[in-house]
C-alpha cells in the first residue's frame, strides 16, 4: 500500500489533488441530496462533513506517497461522508468503537476474526476478483480459505485422500487444460476438504488422521487426474464472536456449501486455486463469502453402492491461464 519510486516525490501536490478528487467527489455524492432540499440541519452537516474532509487533507504531510495518500484520504473522506449521512449518536460511536475493539481480541494466531469480518462483507471476494481476473472459459480463481497446508505429501493417480475411511466414498477424475485446450500434461494438482462433518483435518487433529483429505498428484500425459476421497460436507464460519453476533443482527447466514479445494500448478501458466461446489447443497445460494461463481458448481453424481454404502463421482475441468511476460520474467520461466 505504501507507494515507492515515483511517487514518493509525487505525494504531496498531486496525492492531495488525486485524493482530494476520490474523497470529495464521492462526499459531493453523497451530501447533494441534502443540499438541494434546503433542510438547515442537513446542510450544517454537510458542511460540517466537508469541513472534516479538508481539514484532513491539509494536514497530509508534502512528500505522503502517492498511493498512501489517495487511500488514506479517500478512506477518511468517504467515512466523513457516512458519518454525516448516518449521524450517530455519541452511544452509538461507542457500540461501534467497542465493536472494532472486541474483533481486535478475538484475532490472534490461531483465529483471524478481522479476515472472518472482510470475508462475510464481501471485501476478501472483491479483491481476489480484482486482483485475479479470468477471462472467459478459464477456471475463476477463489480464496484459498485458512485450512490449506503447503506441506502434504505426494500420491500416486487413483490414492485415496481419506486416511481414516470415514464418510460416502467419492472418485474425483479431472482433466487440467491450457485457456486453448491444450492439455497440461504434469500439472501439478493439491486438493483439500472437509470431511462428512464439515471439518477439516487442522481444525482437530486428535480426530483425524495427518494429511487426511489432503493430497498433491502430477496429472499424466493427457493432463488427468483422479482420486479417491469422501464426500464433504458443508460448516458454518465461527458464530461465537463479534462478527458472527453482527451478521445473526443482520439476519445473514455463515453457511458455506460443500466443496473441494484445488491448487493447480503448470510452467507458463498462473496458478489457480479454486473450489468445486457441491450443486445439490441447500446453502448453494448464499455461500457466506461469496465464493460460489458460474463455472465453480458441479453435479456429485450418484453411482452404484458398495455393500450398502452410497458412492458418489465427480467428473471436472480445471482451464488455466497463460502467465503474462511481465510475470514469466519474474519467475524466472520462458
Given at each position: 500500500m505504501h507507494g515507492q519510486g515515483e511517487s514518493q516525490g509525487q505525494?504531496?501536490?498531486?496525492?492531495?489533488?488525486?485524493?482530494?478528487?476520490?474523497?470529495?467527489?464521492?462526499?459531493d455524492a453523497g451530501l447533494e441530496a441534502p443540499r438541494h432540499a434546503e433542510d438547515a440541519a442537513d446542510a450544517a452537516a454537510a458542511d460540517a462533513g466537508?469541513?472534516?474532509?479538508?481539514?484532513?487533507?491539509?494536514r497530509?504531510?508534502?512528500?505522503?506517497?502517492?498511493?498512501?495518500?489517495?487511500?488514506?484520504?479517500?478512506?477518511?473522506?468517504?467515512?466523513?461522508?457516512?458519518?454525516?449521512?448516518?449521524?450517530?449518536?455519541?452511544?452509538?460511536?461507542?457500540i461501534a468503537?467497542?465493536?472494532?475493539?472486541?474483533?481486535?481480541?478475538?484475532?490472534?494466531?490461531?483465529?483471524?476474526e478481522w479476515v472472518l469480518f472482510a470475508d462475510v462483507i464481501g471485501v476478501s471476494s472483491l479483491i481476489e476478483r480484482l486482483n485475479h481476473p479470468r477471462p472467459d472459459g478459464a477456471t475463476p480463481n477463489t480464496l484459498a480459505g485458512p485450512f490449506y497446508r503447503p506441506d502434504v505429501p505426494?500420491?500416486?493417480?487413483?490414492?485415496?485422500?481419506?486416511?481414516?475411511?470415514?464418510?460416502?466414498?467419492?472418485?474425483?477424475?479431472?482433466?487440467?487444460?491450457?485457456?486453448g485446450g491444450a492439455p497440461l500434461a504434469g500439472?501439478?494438482?493439491?486438493?483439500?476438504?472437509?470431511?462428512?462433518?464439515?471439518?477439516?483435518?487442522?481444525q482437530e487433529p486428535d480426530r483425524q488422521p495427518e494429511y487426511n483429505l489432503r493430497g498433491r498428484f502430477v496429472a499424466d500425459g493427457e493432463g488427468r487426474f483422479h482420486f479417491a476421497t469422501v464426500r464433504p460436507k458443508g460448516y458454518s464460519l465461527p458464530a461465537d464472536g463479534p462478527v458472527?453476533?453482527?451478521m445473526a443482527a443482520l439476519g445473514i447466514g455463515l453457511e458455506r456449501p460443500a466443496h473441494i479445494h484445488f491448487r493447480v500448478t503448470s510452467p507458463g501458466h498462473e496458478t489457480l486455486t479454486t473450489h468445486i461446489f457441491d450443486g445439490s447443497d441447500p446453502a448453494i445460494s448464499r455461500d457466506a463469502i461469496f465464493g460460489v461463481r458460474e463455472g465453480l458448481v458441479a453435479e456429485f453424481r450418484p453411482a452404484a453402492s458398495e455393500r450398502g454404502r452410497r458412492r458418489y463421482t465427480l467428473d471436472l475441468?480445471?482451464?488455466l491461464c497463460p502467465q503474462s511476460p511481465q510475470r514469466m520474467k519474474e519467475t524466472g520461466r520462458r
Open positions: 505525494g504531496g501536490a498531486e496525492g492531495r489533488e488525486r485524493a482530494r478528487g476520490h474523497a470529495n467527489g464521492r462526499a466537508a469541513f472534516a474532509t479538508e481539514a484532513f487533507l491539509a497530509l504531510a508534502p512528500d505522503t506517497p502517492l498511493r498512501l495518500a489517495e487511500t488514506a484520504t479517500a478512506g477518511v473522506g468517504m467515512l466523513h461522508a457516512l458519518v454525516t449521512q448516518l449521524r450517530p449518536s455519541s452511544e452509538e460511536f461507542r468503537i467497542d465493536f472494532l475493539t472486541e474483533v481486535g481480541h478475538y484475532a490472534d494466531a490461531r483465529r483471524q505426494e500420491l500416486p493417480l487413483g490414492a485415496s485422500i481419506s486416511r481414516d475411511g470415514r464418510g460416502e466414498p467419492l472418485v474425483v477424475s479431472g482433466r487440467v487444460a491450457s485457456l500439472a501439478r494438482v493439491e486438493v483439500w476438504q472437509a470431511n462428512a462433518e464439515g471439518l477439516y483435518e487442522n458472527g453476533r453482527l475441468n480445471l482451464v
